[in-house]
């Protein structure tokens, strides 16, 4: 029977989750009325429960958009906040706090908001209604009350009263129906009464005489008429529904005269439930081809931007999320084909190419003897010599082999794909989905850390051999050669650059200068090294010869400086007493130091930098053809190519490491990752994770959005167009 006004609040619902223009409203009950007109008591009869705050500081400060939907089926009751996601709330005292939390978060300053709490209840007790609380009007404006407070709270009524609303006017009965207003409000916006319907509350505080006369108001009549009502929430448990105990209260009190018996004076909750649930049926039935028409209009304009906007293309969440997962999974797909065994061992052998010229810089290139080292084969070669340089090779190798190699290799494909994957994280589309993009990388870090241990420790496993013995066939030595050759080349090169550049920033000249008095004072350095070394000894050997010699230069000095007092130069320190002892005269010194061009420091650092470059490509020079030497073709002469036999074993090393690092670390990943990519960001995460994912991109979740009203809107056309259906066919039935 009451299917229209049902499947209206169904069709108002779905309006509501929509973004759609406000001509499109469906009727609604609007309580209005003065604070403690008995409004919430009121509310609570009809619903059943004490849910609205309640306290005497301005408890209502945003309108309460109440939908009441009917249950038949179910015992169950129930409230939902559809915008705050909290579920189902069974118990009502926790809606009333809810309720309470939302409205006092209304600052003080602003007093009142018109931006709407969205509350529906489910029930078996319940008739299908919508009805909006509002703000109780105020008397009097209390001290800390702002003065625009009545007229904002005023304001807001007044905009929700607006057709095609019904107002519900709440009044007192021992508040004379003249002061009410209420009823002064809505006479404002509907002035012949034809959607107001009025209830006056706390008829137990009037005498039946006067009680009646109020319902049948005559000063103002109603078209919809008065109803009277005793509404106080009789206590007790608060799971209880009270609408049954209010309405036997209420029986008792009207029956109790007879004048509520009379025709054309309404009592009790119960009526005004069921003329609350008529009153809407009816206006929703009346409204019922002007708000077709509004839809209609709407789906009509949404289907037009659809089309214009995107080509009546579809969209989904779930076919967004698929697409860009997939992307995902191609990207890195591309990238494990493109970066297969060939490319980690070329990384590795890079990575450990590089510690072989550090080695190879530490341990040869640097030892002044390097130029000693092609002559080794020679005949006249000491045995001394050569052990010491076949323990040098020994040292070079090991250190290589020994340099944690298994942790190292594996460490540089763990940073290569875990930076890869960063970066497939950060780009389109996943840029839009930072939380996405969080989970991209805690799997690559779960994946590889799980593996990068034991990888690490079964690389340095099978390494362990070369650690003690590397053979090598002749074609191995002559790559050897080869790459050793091409390394040393690209250092030289890189040596010789770093050189020009030094020259080109300070100039030639001035390097050169520079470099003159670098060499001549290190030289000169080198002459005081030894001095002094040459007067440690003697004082040492030769104490009294020592002393003999400081007397007679003291005396030298003496004869030549006269002026300086005799004692202070027995306390002199050793530094002062080595200066003396020079053959050089302090003054001609000193004249020297005056003479001695000023070099910028920065500038000598430079050209001492440059000094070394030039010895280094000096060396590396010879090495060079060391290596191209006839010597350094036959592998027996590996101590004399110590580079080539460090090449020969880096490529080992690596060929090795790569093969346990595929088979732990890169095979694991290339099987896991899409897996774990599936599971934790595809379709199988659920509608709901799915929706968040694609609104996060603003250009899908508008596309999303005007899918979803079109979809939405056509839903609710097809409900409108049956309820006319239905309609006409009762309408038909009638004739
Ligand atoms: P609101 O401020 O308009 O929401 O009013 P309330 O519903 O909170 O009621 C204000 C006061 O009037 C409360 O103390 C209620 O107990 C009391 N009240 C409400 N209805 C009745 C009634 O029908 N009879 C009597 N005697 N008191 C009532």
């Known amino acids: 029977f009451m299917l229209l006004t049902k499947k209206l609040i169904e069709v108002r619902n779905v309006l509501n989750s929509i973004d759609h ?16 007109s008995g409004k919430s008591s009121v509310l609570e009869a009809i619903v059943g429960h004490e849910f609205l705050p309640k306290g005497s500081n301005m408890v209502t400060r945003r309108p309460i958009e109440l939908t009441l939907i009917h249950t038949p089926h179910s015992k169950e009751e129930y409230g939902e906040f559809p915008s705050l996601g909290l579920g189902k709330v069974h118990d009502f005292k926790r809606i009333q706090e809810t309720l309470k939390d939302l409205n006092m978060a209304v600052p003080e300053s602003e007093c009142v908001s018109s931006k709407p709490i969205e509350l529906r209840i489910y029930s078996p007790n319940v008739p299908d209604l919508t009805m909006i609380d509002l703000p109780g009007y105020i008397q009097i404006t209390s001290k800390n009350q702002p003065i625009s407070l009545k007229e904002k709270i005023s304001e807001l009524c007044e905009k929700y009263i607006q057709e095609p609303n019904i107002i519900l006017a709440v009044c007192a009965a ?3 129906l003249a002061n009410s207003e209420a009823l002064r409000s809505s006479r404002k916006v509907d002035p012949l009464g034809l959607r107001t319907i009025g209830v006056i509350t706390k008829m137990d505080l009037v005498e039946p005489e006067r009680g009646v006369a109020i319902l049948r108001n005559q000063d103002y009549p109603l078209h919809l008429g008065y109803i009277g009502v005793v509404c106080r929430a009789p206590g007790g448990s608060s799971k209880e529904n009270i609408t049954q105990a209010v309405i036997k209260t209420e029986d008792a009190h009207f029956r109790s005269s007879y004048q509520y018996s009379q025709r054309g004076v309404f009592v009790g909750t119960g009526t005004l439930r069921r003329k609350l649930m008529d009153i809407l049926e009816e206006n929703m039935g009346s409204n019922l081809g002007s708000i077709i028409k509004a839809v209609q209009k709407e789906l009509d304009e949404t289907r037009y931007q659809f089309k214009v906007e995107y080509n009546d293309q579809k969209m989904s969440a779930e076919s967004y999320v698929a697409e860009s997962v997939d992307k995902l999974k191609h990207r890195f797909k591309d990238f494990s084909r493109a970066f297969g065994k060939p490319q980690v061992r070329l990384e590795i052998r890079h990575m450990l190419e590089q510690r072989m010229l ?10 002044p003897r390097i130029n000693e080292l092609p002559q080794l084969d020679s005949s006249s070669t000491a045995e001394e010599d050569r052990l010491y340089w076949d323990l040098q090779l020994d040292l070079a190798s090991s250190a290589l082999t020994k340099s944690g190699v298994g942790r190292q290799t594996t460490q540089r494909v763990v940073d290569i794909l875990s930076r890869t994957m960063e970066q497939l994280a950060e780009a389109e589309p996943f840029n839009h989905h930072p939380d996405a993009a969080n989970t991209i990388k805690a799997m690559t870090h779960e994946i590889l850390s799980s593996r990068s241990q034991a990888t690490a420790d079964q690389v340095e496993n099978t390494i362990k051999p070369f650690k003690y013995e590397v053979e090598c066939t002749d074609g191995e030595w002559t790559e050897g050669v080869k790459r050793a050759i091409a390394l040393v080349q690209t250092e030289l090169e890189m040596c010789e650059d770093a050189l020009s550049k030094i020259k080109t920033t300070v100039g030639t000249k001035k390097l050169r200068k520079a470099i003159n008095f670098v060499i001549e004072s290190d030289r000169e350095e080198a002459r005081r090294a030894q001095r002094r070394e040459a007067v440690a000894k003697l004082r040492e050997s030769n104490p009294r010869q020592y002393l003999e010699d400081q007397a007679r230069a003291s005396r030298d000095s003496h004869s030549s400086e006269s002026t300086e007092p005799h004692g202070e130069h027995s306390q002199d320190d050793d530094t002062q007493a080595q200066e003396d002892n020079r053959s050089v005269p302090e003054d001609e ?3 020297e130091a ?3 061009p000023h070099f910028n420091p920065k500038l000598l650092v430079k050209a001492r930098e440059a000094l070394s470059l030039r010895d280094r490509a000096l060396v590396l020079k010879y090495r060079l053809s060391a290596l191209k030497s006839k010597t350094c073709k036959n592998a027996k002469n590996k101590t004399q190519c110590p580079e080539a036999f460090l090449a020969v074993v880096a490529e080992k090393l690596a060929y090795t490491s790569v093969m346990f690092i595929q088979v732990e670390l890169m095979n694991e990943f290339v099987f896991q990752l899409p897996r774990m990519i599936d599971s934790r960001l595809g379709v199988k995460t659920g509608q709901e994770a799915m929706e968040k994912f ?13 899918m979803e009203k079109r979809t939405k809107l056509e839903e609710v056309w097809e409900k409108l167009n049956y309820l006319v259906r239905r309609q ?5 039935r009638k004739w």
Do not use: F
């Open 21 to 36: 223009n406000d001509t499109l409203k469906l009727p609604s009950i609007v309580v209005i009325g003065s604070q403690s």
């Open 174 to 176: 021992d508040v004379d």
């Open 358 to 367: 550090d080695i190879c810089a530490q341990r040869y290139w640097s030892d």
């Open 589 to 591: 010194d000193e004249l």
């Open 594 to 596: 005056a003479m001695r």
């Open 694 to 706: 694609a609104k996060e991109n603003p250009l899908v979740g508008k596309h999303l959005e005007l």
């Open 728 to 732: 006409e066919e009762a309408k038909a």
